[in-house]
């Protein structure tokens, strides 16, 4: 594995890779990495000859009072575990290197932006819309690799890819979690011994909603509603948000027929935890096909 710093060497790899025919796949991450960045990386590498890993905290999706300063880092251990995957480039890029003096250019999120973590994170989503269509540019993947933890930002980016023509392949990957269902986060260092053992309410919270809905329930504020009130059993969980809406386009869903994302974020401690389900009551293999599972057509 190599690591590459400047855009321009990053650039001349992957378009040498492309001349070759192989095929290119993109793990975009900020670092600190574990298992659930691992398990899309673990795909990239199934899937493609190459497989790029970028490792950037991306400044312009922080807000003012954010923990930019604050993120986990950890460049050395995230290397060897990259190398250990069969990963054949890491890029490890400056701040200064992805947005050099005059920088001036951003992509601006689709609508669905502006709910659930963009409601409370103003501008966030334009920033990994920008990070993440210079990684694109950069690397010139012919599939890139996404968690559905953060389901929100997967279908903003499955937005842009379609409305901007992108011809790379937006591939969902499941949520990976510890055993007591907590999913797996940079973030969750964060945590005191205390808070990490109360930190699975949130997952126990969501599960409520979803049996709800599996047992036959379509009234998406009462799903959310049991959501809450499990949560506000526990004084020290701050409820940010609790909604349902389409996966297609994130409207709020009143009553659940199609694809519904069920999402909820919440303060703990120092941390902001973010999980979600989601429910289809007509899956696919009972006659419908899921709508845009793996993403933008290339
Ligand atoms: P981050 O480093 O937090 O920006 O995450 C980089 C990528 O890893 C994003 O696509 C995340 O959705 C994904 N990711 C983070 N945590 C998990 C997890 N627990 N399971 C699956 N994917 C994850």
Redesign the pocket.
Known sequence: METVTAVREMKARCRAWRRQGLSVGLV????FLHR??G??VERSVLENSRTAVSVFVNPAQFGPGEDLEAYPRDPARDAEYLRSLGVNILFLPEPSEMYPPGFATFVEAPSLGLRLCGASRPGHFRGVCTVVMKLFHIAVPDRAY??L??AQ?FFILRRMARDLDLDVSLVP????REVDGL????RNSYLTPEERAAAPLLRRALLEAEGYLAAGGRDAGEACSLLRGILASDPRFSLDYAEAVRTEDLSPVGTVGGETLIAAAARLGRARLIDNVIFDPDPPGRGRPRRGEGGAPR
Do not use: N, R
Not at 28 to 31: A, L, Y
Not at 183 to 186: C, I, N, P, Q, R
């Open positions: 975009p991450t900020m670092g659930g960045h398990s899309l996404f968690g933890k953060d930002q990957c499941p949520t990976v999913a797996l986060s940079s």
